[in-house]
T-cell receptor, first 115, second 114 residues
Framework: GESVGLHLPTLSVQEGDNSIINCAYS??????FIWYKQESGKGPQFIID?????DKRQGQRVTVLLNKTVKHLSLQIAATQPGDSAVYFC??????????????FGTGTKLQVIP | SAVISQKPSRDICQRGTSLTIQCQVD?????MFWYRQQPGQSLTLIAT?????????ESGFVIDKFPISRPNLTFSTLTVSNMSPEDSSIYLC???????????FGSGTRLTVV
């Protein structure tokens, strides 16, 4: 299908290597952060999240790091596989009293895994 | 998490016409949203679909261009009205249950206006 990553920054990684995708967020009041993966022709898929009271959270093969001092978020993928090829978006939500808060998406990074 | 069915998955439309996109969720959800993703870009929130009341639009989006319905807690529609080639985008439905911050997305509708 048609790629959504035509104009996005691209990270090329050899299969088996670790990938690090970075994101600078804009709102110092953001309280909650999510990484999404979007494969070609599909909607974004939730990968992992982290709250602002944490600086690291691990999932299966993925780790998210949060540096609130410099408003920086990163997604680390261990032992990158061809199936990891996709566009990755970070998203931020501001603090709130509960219920819905507006999600703001970052610009996205296209990950290309080289077999 | 909720399962979202979005229709149509893609369409090619003539300029000046309108297209209605449907979003059906397999469970009741508190919040439903509509996003636009232009080619090679990130997602932009169009509006929040409110059940039983008018949708809440983001800056740059208006009801006359993007009328939204939400008759119940499992269904919403987005209409792209009087289309022009600039409306060619992927339109995505997203939902969130109360206190569920893992927002779920449909597979999107790929719209091409010619």
């Amino acid at each position: 299908g048609e790629s959504v990553g035509l104009h996005l920054p691209t990270l090329s990684v050899q299969e088996g290597d670790n990938s690090i995708i970075n994101c600078a967020y804009s709102n110092s009041a953001s309280d909650y952060f999510i990484w999404y993966k979007q494969e070609s022709g599909k909607g974004p898929q939730f990968i992992i999240d982290i709250r602002s009271n944490m600086d690291k959270r691990q999932g299966q093969r993925v780790t998210v790091l949060l540096n609130k001092t410099v408003k920086h978020l990163s997604l680390q993928i261990a032992a990158t596989q061809p199936g990891d090829s996709a566009v990755y978006f970070c998203a931020e939500l501001p603090q709130g009293s509960g219920g819905y808060q507006k999600v703001t998406f970052g610009t996205g990074t296209k990950l290309q895994v080289i077999p | 998490s909720a399962v979202i069915s979005q229709k149509p998955s893609r369409d090619i439309c003539q300029r000046g016409t309108s297209l209605t996109i449907q979003c059906q969720v397999d469970s009741q959800v508190t919040m439903m949203f509509w996003y636009r993703q232009q080619p090679g870009q990130s997602l932009t929130l169009i509006a929040t679909a409110n059940q039983g009341s008018e949708a809440t639009y983001e800056s740059g989006f208006v009801i006359d261009k993007f009328p939204i319905s939400r008759p119940n807690l499992t269904f919403s529609t987005l209409t792209v009205s009087n289309m022009s080639p600039e409306d060619s985008s992927i339109y995505l439905c997203s939902v969130s249950g109360q206190l569920n911050y893992g927002y779920t997305f449909g597979s999107g509708t790929r719209l091409t206006v010619v």
